[in-house]
């Protein structure tokens, strides 16, 4: 977002969440969106729930970036992202119905990979199987569409342009079913099929392109990119609480590989964390309350899923966990969301160590943070009372809520600051505190 001088190359900046997901990053995007040329999503799925408010209108997408809603933005859909036909039309079919022209704004990558209505089958019968085992997954195909990436036998958007399209999608479904034979799984494809095979019509009549070709043409050519990423850093699939993760590189190097840019082409790199902290599904989550605070948390933030519409667990800030993050990232500038939602507390907690099983106490994220293995060591801050949604600038925020936001920037470290704090769901209750936003 700097300007550049004649010979330097322009870098793209990547914008990702540092908790569990559902950090509010679709809003950050979408401001930020003028800014940029391109906007361009690099892993996940339609588990994404990516939510932005404006106009009194609250929209949720999942495979769409972000920045669809500004006329003159490019968003591509980039080779690390997973797509499901079917989601993807709905999206396509309500953005339309607002009057988004979305096939001038819309680029999709040809090495994107398809989510079958097989492959959805297969989340569903392989979580069932794990009964109390399960990962809390949100049963649209990813994971096994990521499986079959990896194991060499998916199909790619690329391939619906294809002669033998069908007959590699009916081989696929073939061994699909063979797995669900295994389960003893009851499903119903044709019905499903019909669906799908729609959604495929459709992506027929989308701009699919060689997007890593697109993308580095873009910086060439010193356009501004922002990389979008879906879920958050402790669901990373190597550097999250595995096995209660997703399947793609949620982190800043998931840019690298699911838009095919370089690490060096690399600019800013934009961390969105709430004043507090959420997870849906299962695993691990060292801060979480399973009090009235907890509950008042969920119902002010209105804490339910995008995708899901399951209930959030809620809990305080974590620091190690935040600081982890911001580490594994690179992060350079940080957005702080929800503050409005800490409004009314006397006190508020932020977890700043863990205690471990032998007594002693770490400031780092350890490879096992489940209840038995570490308990959060606390240190308690004075809320505020007053009503931050209608504050438009830092100025008026009240002192408590400078301390906050003091102390959590101290305890990260001096080289990091929060740039952004949000304090309501509406792209105009953003205030900026560091000129880069501005």
């Not at 106009?55 to 992202?81: M, R």
């Not at 988004?100 to 297969?122: E, T, W």
């Not at 007959?167 to 499903?187: I, P």
Request: aromatic share 8%.
């Amino acid at each position: 977002m700097l300007l550049l001088s004649k010979n330097e190359k322009m870098k793209a900046d990547v914008l990702l969440g540092l908790q569990w997901g559902d950090e509010g990053k679709g809003k950050i995007v979408d401001v930020l969106t003028p800014k940029y040329d391109v906007v361009a999503r690099f892993q996940g799925g339609p588990n994404a729930g990516h939510t932005l408010e404006f106009n009194g209108i609250k929209h949720v997408l999942h495979t769409i970036p972000s920045g669809i809603f500004h006329e003159n933005t490019i968003n591509l859909v980039g080779n690390g992202v997973v797509i499901d036909p079917v989601i993807f039309k709905k999206e396509i079919d309500a953005l339309t119905d607002m009057g988004v022209d979305v096939k001038k704004r819309l680029v999709l990558s040809r090495k994107a990979h398809l989510i079958l209505p097989s492959h959805r089958f297969l989340d569903a019968a392989s979580e069932t199987a794990k009964g109390k085992q399960k990962i809390g997954s949100t049963l649209k195909g990813i994971g096994p569409t990521y499986m079959d990436k990896t194991g060499r036998n998916g199909l790619r958007v690329g391939d619906i342009f294809l002669a033998d399209f069908e007959a590699r999608y009916t081989a696929l479904v073939e061994k699909h079913a063979r797995l669900l034979s295994f389960h003893n799984f009851e499903y119903n494809l044709p019905e499903a099929e019909t669906a799908w095979m729609e959604g495929i019509e459709l992506l027929r009549t989308m701009k699919v392109t060689d997007s890593e070709q697109e993308v580095n043409h873009h910086l060439q050519q010193k356009k501004r990119i922002l990389a979008e990423g879906a879920q958050g850093t402790l669901l990373d699939i190597d550097f999250g609480s595995y096995p209660f993760v997703t399947s793609s590189s949620t982190v800043s190097a998931g840019a690298c590989t699911g838009l095919g840019i370089a690490p060096n082409r690399i600019g800013e790199v934009i961390g969105i964390f709430k004043a507090y902290c959420t997870r849906v599904g299962s695993g691990p989550f060292p801060t979480e309350l399973f009090d009235e605070d907890g509950e008042r948390l969920r119902s002010v933030g209105c804490e339910f899923g995008a995708t899901t519409g399951r209930p959030r667990r809620c809990g305080w800030l974590d620091l190690p966990a935040l600081r982890y993050a911001i580490m594994i990232n690179g992060a350079t500038t940080l957005a702080m969301m929800k503050a409005d939602v800490l409004s009314g507390f006397e006190t508020i907690k932020v977890c700043t160590h863990y205690r471990l099983p032998d007594g002693s106490l770490t400031d780092q994220f350890p490879y096992d943070v489940s209840g038995k293995s570490v308990t959060p060591v606390y240190i308690e801050l004075q809320g505020w009372q007053e009503d931050l949604t209608q504050l438009d600038s830092t100025q008026a925020l009240p002192q408590a809520l400078h301390d906050y936001i003091a102390f959590v920037e101290d305890a990260l470290g001096n080289e990091i600051r929060i740039g952004i704090v949000s304090v309501g769901p509406d792209r105009k209750q953003t205030l900026v505190r560091d000129v880069i936003f501005a």
